[in-house]
């Protein structure tokens, strides 16, 4: 009995002793986790950049905060913005996570207190970090044609603080500017050259020049597009004179009409050429876009353009009907004035779904309205200045 007693001790008192070290590793891992944290350095997630170290970032990087005591942490804050994370994925050294896209920077308030707040449950630790912005982008002009002492629409995206629109060396008087848009008045003289936007956080450029009539061009009423000086070969499609006001850059054709018949084709709503050479550069159709002028003057609710290119014997098309999407099935499409059109020259099919191999090879465009399925009761629409260039 005296020695089922004693070894009944001693198994208690090892279990005790044991019990006893695991809560006191436990008491140091707590000790780890919970205590004061501290921030020392901030570093891109890429391991190839492992050693480098931060102090601004954009919005939507990817970054890992390193430190001590980080493992229990809470909410992490950039300019006392909450970013969401996964604590799984750090350790007590490390936390991984992407600054939220709509994190304030200075370009939105100059006030921001530009930190990194972490909170755990032993505490909170601040780091100083800038979240700088991205530099402005140009999606594209609202029409790349624009008369003198026209409106010149810039689309585009992180258009903070704008200072200067520049049409080449020319500033223009800036009208209006968000963050989305930008809206500047053209010079009394008319001006053919790159689009450069200047904000607070860098300087962006088009790729194209605005009111260009050259780079590219296939039909635009003034320049011949026929062997004999004629605008095109064939097509009753009205051409308006370039004194009319609604002209854009010369002369145009517009459809202006009510009571349009059903029909698929009609001659008087066609233009197109006969086997004329461009000399459009050569490359393939995922180097090049199609583009053209079109200002649709009331709502267009049916019908298309039929736009077909020749190519090496073969004919691309691509039918335009803006309207038929889910923004403007209800409406119908309008434009405020012109508006370019830009098409993935890409989207060009064959009757085989081929695509145009090279464009130096294209010898011919046609372009023809028509509503096959319904009548229309009233349309107005004009097109200039069809081209293709480069990306």
Same mark, same amino acid.
């Given at each position: 009995?005296?020695?089922?007693?004693?070894?009944?001790?001693?198994?208690?008192?090892?279990?005790?002793?044991?019990?006893?070290?695991?809560?006191?590793?436990?008491?140091?891992?707590?000790?780890?986790?919970?205590?004061?944290?501290?921030?020392?350095?901030?570093?891109?997630?890429?391991?190839?950049?492992?050693?480098?170290?931060?102090?601004?970032?954009?919005?939507?990087?990817?970054? =890992?905060?390193?430190?001590?005591?980080?493992?229990?942490?809470?909410?992490?804050?950039?300019?006392?913005?909450?970013? $969401?994370?996964?604590?799984?994925?750090?350790?007590?050294? $490390?936390?991984?996570?992407?600054? @939220?896209?709509?994190?304030?920077?200075?370009?939105?308030?100059?006030?921001?207190?530009?930190?990194?707040?972490? =909170?755990?449950?032993?505490?909170?630790?601040?780091?100083?970090?800038?979240?700088?912005?991205?530099?402005?982008?140009?999606?594209?002009?609202?029409?790349?044609?624009?008369?003198? $002492?026209?409106?010149?629409?810039?689309?585009?995206?992180?258009?903070?603080?704008?200072?200067?629109?520049?049409?080449?060396?020319?500033?223009?008087?800036?009208?209006?500017?968000?963050?989305?848009?930008?809206?500047?008045?053209?010079?009394?003289?008319? =001006?053919?050259?790159?689009?450069?936007?200047?904000?607070?956080?860098?300087?962006?450029?088009?790729?194209?020049?605005?009111?260009?009539?050259?780079?590219?061009?296939?039909?635009?009423?003034?320049?011949?597009?026929?062997?004999?000086?004629?605008?095109?070969?064939?097509?009753?499609?009205?051409?308006?004179?370039?004194?009319?006001?609604?002209?854009?850059?010369?002369?145009?054709?517009?459809?202006?009409?009510?009571?349009?018949?059903?029909?698929?084709? $009609?001659?008087?709503?066609?233009?197109?050429?006969?086997?004329?050479?461009?000399?459009?550069?050569?490359?393939?159709?995922?180097?090049?876009?199609?583009?053209?002028?079109?200002?649709?003057?009331?709502?267009?609710?049916?019908?298309?353009?039929?736009?077909?290119?020749?190519?090496?014997?073969?004919?691309? =098309?691509?039918?335009?009907? @803006?309207?038929?999407?889910?923004?403007?099935?209800?409406?119908?499409?309008?434009?405020?004035?012109?508006?370019?059109?830009?098409?993935?020259?890409?989207?060009?099919?064959?009757?085989?779904?081929?695509?145009?191999?090279?464009?130096?090879?294209?010898?011919?465009?046609?372009?023809?309205?028509?509503?096959?399925?319904?009548?229309?009761?009233?349309?107005?629409?004009?097109?200039?200045?069809?081209?293709?260039?480069?990306?």
């Amino acid at each position: 009995m005296k020695m089922k007693l004693k070894h009944i001790g001693k198994t208690a008192l090892g279990l005790m002793l044991a019990t006893g070290m695991m809560l006191s590793f436990q008491g140091c891992n707590d000790d780890d986790i919970d205590g004061a944290p501290a921030i020392s350095n901030v570093r891109l997630l890429d391991p190839t950049k492992a050693d480098s170290s931060l102090t601004a970032a954009e919005p939507g990087s990817m970054i =890992v905060i390193q430190g001590q005591n980080l493992g229990s942490v809470l909410k992490v804050y950039f300019n006392e913005f909450e970013a $969401n994370f996964n604590a799984a994925l750090g350790s007590n050294s $490390n936390i991984i996570v992407t600054i @939220p896209a709509n994190a304030p920077t200075k370009a939105v308030d100059p006030g921001v207190p530009s930190k990194i707040r972490v =909170v755990t449950r032993g505490g909170e630790a601040s780091y100083d970090f800038v979240l700088t912005a991205p530099v402005p982008v140009i999606s594209g002009l609202y029409s790349e044609f624009v008369k003198a $002492n026209g409106t010149l629409v810039i689309n585009g995206d992180y258009l903070y603080n704008i200072k200067s629109v520049k049409v080449g060396t020319t500033s223009l008087q800036i009208l209006s500017a968000n963050v989305k848009q930008i809206t500047a008045k053209m010079p009394a003289t008319a =001006v053919s050259d790159i689009v450069t936007v200047e904000g607070e956080f860098g300087t962006a450029k088009t790729n194209f020049k605005v009111n260009d009539s050259v780079t590219g061009n296939m039909v635009n009423f003034d320049v011949p597009a026929t062997t004999w000086d004629a605008e095109v070969c064939w097509g009753g499609v009205p051409i308006v004179a370039a004194t009319d006001p609604q002209a854009i850059s010369g002369k145009f054709s517009r459809i202006k009409q009510t009571k349009l018949p059903a029909a698929g084709y $009609n001659d008087a709503w066609v233009f197109s050429t006969c086997y004329f050479d461009f000399k459009l550069p050569a490359g393939d159709a995922s180097t090049r876009q199609f583009k053209f002028e079109h200002n649709i003057a009331e709502p267009w609710k049916a019908g298309k353009y039929d736009i077909t290119i020749g190519a090496g014997g073969t004919e691309y =098309v691509y039918s335009f009907q @803006p309207w038929n999407t889910t923004e403007y099935t209800a409406t119908g499409y309008q434009t405020n004035g012109w508006r370019t059109a830009v098409i993935e020259l890409a989207e060009f099919k064959s009757a085989s779904g081929a695509t145009i191999a090279d464009v130096s090879k294209v010898t011919d465009l046609k372009v023809s309205f028509g509503s096959a399925d319904v009548a229309i009761a009233s349309y107005n629409g004009s097109v200039d200045n069809f081209r293709i260039v480069r990306k």
